[in-house]
Nanobody
Framework: QVQLVESGGGLVQAGNSLRLSCAAS?????MGWFRQGAGKEREFVAA????????VLADSVKGRFTISRDNAKNTIYLEIHILRPDDTAVYYC???????????????????WGQGTQVTVSS
């Protein structure tokens, strides 16, 4: 069983940047970030293959969000730039098992989940 621990969330002003981290307790396959705002469904944000050579971003965050990973640390990152109030949400890290090479935008494809980290953007 792989455990995921997110960090880096907090209260930030609109226009600023933030970097979220997700550390896995062991080897994983593809990993991703999802977010869920208050009263909203969980939505896909970004995903990355284990190799790090292929990433997918939701259309709504392209140009502002970047996903990356450091396999030596079993960690992925989400850099968020030009934060907006509608980025306010709990951000969840998700991972596939080590044989799961492909990236998916649907939460059902991911076996492991973190507890989430709150990002609140003030205007």
């Amino acid at each position: 069983q792989v455990q995921l621990v997110e960090s880096g969330g907090g209260l930030v002003q609109a226009g600023n940047s933030l970097r979220l981290s997700c550390a896995a307790s062991g080897r994983t396959g593809a990993m991703g970030w999802f977010r869920q705002g208050a009263g909203k469904e969980r939505e896909f944000v970004a995903a990355i293959r284990r190799s790090g050579g292929f990433t997918v971003l939701a259309d709504s965050v392209k140009g502002r969000f970047t996903i990356s990973r450091d396999n030596a640390k079993n960690t992925i990152y989400l850099e968020i730039h030009i934060l907006r109030p509608d980025d306010t949400a709990v951000y969840y890290c998700a991972a596939r098992n080590p044989n799961g090479w492909s990236v998916y935008t649907t939460p059902e494809a991911y076996e492991y989940w973190g507890q989430g980290t709150q990002v609140t953007v003030s205007s």
